[in-house]
């Protein structure tokens, strides 16, 4: 925990949940006639509202993306190594928003609000959603907030993804679309890999079919496996193998079935603390809306087609060992914009740390970053 402020951090931060009763129809066919956003912002609004920044959260993520909720927090929020003063999105200069989206279980309405009709959480009930659904709540989001049009709206993984939706869905209303190791839409490994989690939440004795906060229980072993499955993935070999090895924990084999590796230690490290931190409801959603992710199906499943639609410009990032959005899945984007057009950076970084790497200050990467968001700052390529 911090005994003073960082002189580059953002400070103390308090979220705000903001009402939105104008009914919510989704691409699912169903509507919410009322729901709640929870959002922090850090940094100041100007006169013409010309430089807000969105930032749309990954799987896991939230609202709480910068700075700290009290001098007692153990950490900062997720991405503060990439927001606050002199920072890749540098709050001197930028007013930025964080949400955490429909579906979320972090103060946003989600499965674990209460169904008005029932007086009960929604549970399984709560509609699924898409990236379109989000795209659309966070315009409305905008609106409230008296932004017209993003400086940038910028995203890591699924963020990334909304990012991408947000350049095609409402072109007028973002001047700079960025995207970090994301993809055009899953593919079926990934689809796979997110099934998986899913049966081991749902074939938790625990899960209730969803109805578990009536049982006041939690599918706790299911939540513990699907994270430790999604862990992996989001790690490289090279990385696991540099930070782990094949070190025992004891020094040496026990002959027995208890965890005696120490990647063994960190993975049930990891799906203890998120299975006590995230909603099983909420997992099964947000890798549906993964999985539903297509922007091309709107237009005949040609990529360009839809990027056509997009007036912004765009910054593109991948990272070399990410077998999870493989750099190949970025250049797919950025070959589509080229036929589309459009004005596109990409940046390819040399990085051992999977898909996680774009959570982690790499200094080529937030070099490359901050570079990108001067040009979104003054105005550059316009």
Known sequence: MPTEIPHDSVGLVSPQTLR???????????????YELVIETYGTLNADASNAVLICHALSGHHHVAGYHSMEDRKPGWWDSAVGPGKAIDTNRFFVVALNNLGGCHGSSGPNSLNPATGKPYGPDFPIVTVVDWVHSQARLADK?????????VGGSLGGMQALQWSITYPDRIRHCIVIAAAPKLSTQNIAFNEVAR????KDPQFHNGHYYEHNQVPKTGLMLARMVGHITYLSEDGMREKFGRELRSGKINFDFNPQFQIESYLQYQGEQFSTAFDANTYLLMTKALDYFDPAADFDNNLTLALSQAQCQFFIASFTTDWRFSPERSREIVDALIDAGKDVCYTEIEAAHGHDAFLI????YMEVFSAYMKRVHTGGGQ
Request: charged share 10%.
């Open 361 to 364: 200050p790499i200094p080529r």
């Open 20 to 34: 939105f009763d104008t009914p919510l129809t989704l691409a699912c066919g169903r509507s919410l006639d009322h």
């Open 145 to 153: 907030l008296g932004i017209y049009q993003w400086a940038a709206v």
């Open 199 to 202: 049966q081991a939440i749902s």
